[in-house]
């Protein structure tokens, strides 16, 4: 048993990640590894006495439920300098994957715990979700997402018959400015529709650019009515806004297409189709205006 702990003791000491003993009670037994540093000085503490407690209670519930389930298994935790009592501590939120494993120690139960920082791994994957969420240009969210959020909301409408609508936006005359000024003006036009989108409408909206110069907003707990009265808000703005370019000052509008959800329709897609279709009608009502189909 001597040297299978020797044995287990030089290959831990080898990994370049700091690997602590704990016992069942969430005492320092050990630090170990050559990324163990200044943790040697933890020996003979008890977790409570080096994270505050939520911590140390996660921790202690980590511990005791891998002894008690005799095997390993694979945690993440995040932790941050304000949570750990002692010096040394790298100041704001990182991340760690722990790897822990039942072990028997001087004829205690206790437990290896590998800590593998993965504070670089989240901040990617933190990136890439909200890429994935948001439109790159304009910074409001992205097609997938609405459609996402739409199909939530109405299951939701199923369930509760609570409303929602939804506003269809269509930019007048963006094809022709697009061949006129080029792409760099009509992106610069773009992010400015967004930013008037978020300065008029609410908190709660959900306003997104489903491709090109299209954009929609889902307007929770609002009826026809209401969201009649914020697309022609938002007209309104948008119209008399003037928008700096360097080929000069643009007044840019859009048609809006505006719809209810209803107890018939049968998917999220009807209410959608219905604001898409009421925006082809303000396209030939003369564009610049707000149409609405029930």
Not at 79 to 107: D, H, L, N, Y
Not at 155 to 172: A, G, K, Q, W
Not at 219 to 239: F, H, M, Q, Y
């Amino acid at each position: 048993m001597k040297n299978s702990h020797e044995f287990i003791y030089a290959a831990v000491s080898a990994l370049p990640d700091p690997v602590y003993v704990f016992s069942e009670n969430g005492d320092y037994v050990d630090v170990i590894g050559r990324g163990a540093g200044d943790g040697r000085m933890l020996i003979g503490r008890n977790i409570y006495e080096v994270v505050d407690r939520q911590l140390a209670d996660r921790f202690i519930s980590i511990i005791r439920e891998t002894i008690s389930a005799d095997e390993p298994n694979i945690y993440e935790y995040d932790f941050e300098e304000s949570s750990c009592r002692v010096g040394g501590a790298e100041p704001g939120k990182v991340w760690f994957e722990a790897r822990v494993a039942p072990f028997s120690f001087m004829e205690k139960k206790c437990v290896i715990w590998l800590a593998r920082d993965i504070t670089e791994q989240k901040n990617t994957e933190s990136k890439l979700k909200e890429t994935s969420f948001s439109d790159p240009l304009t910074g409001v969210y992205s097609r997938s997402f609405f459609i996402t959020e739409l199909n939530s909301f109405y299951h939701r409408f199923l369930r509760t018959f609570r409303t929602y609508s939804v506003i269809s936006v269509d930019l007048d005359g963006f094809r022709e400015t697009m061949e006129i000024y080029g792409q760099k003006v009509c992106d610069s036009l773009l992010v400015h529709v967004a930013s008037v989108m978020r300065r008029v409408l609410r908190q709660s909206d959900v306003i997104a650019r489903l491709g090109g110069d299209k954009f929609s907003v889902l307007l929770p707990d609002t009826d026809a009515k209401g969201a009649e009265i914020l697309a022609e808000r938002l007209r309104s703005v948008l119209e008399a806004s003037e928008i700096t370019t360097p080929s000069g000052k643009l007044v840019l509008t859009a048609s809006f297409g505006c719809s209810q959800v209803s107890a018939q329709d049968e998917a999220y897609e009807n209410t959608v189709s219905r604001a898409e279709i009421a925006v082809s009608m303000a396209k030939l009502a003369g564009k610049n205006t707000v149409r609405s189909i029930l």
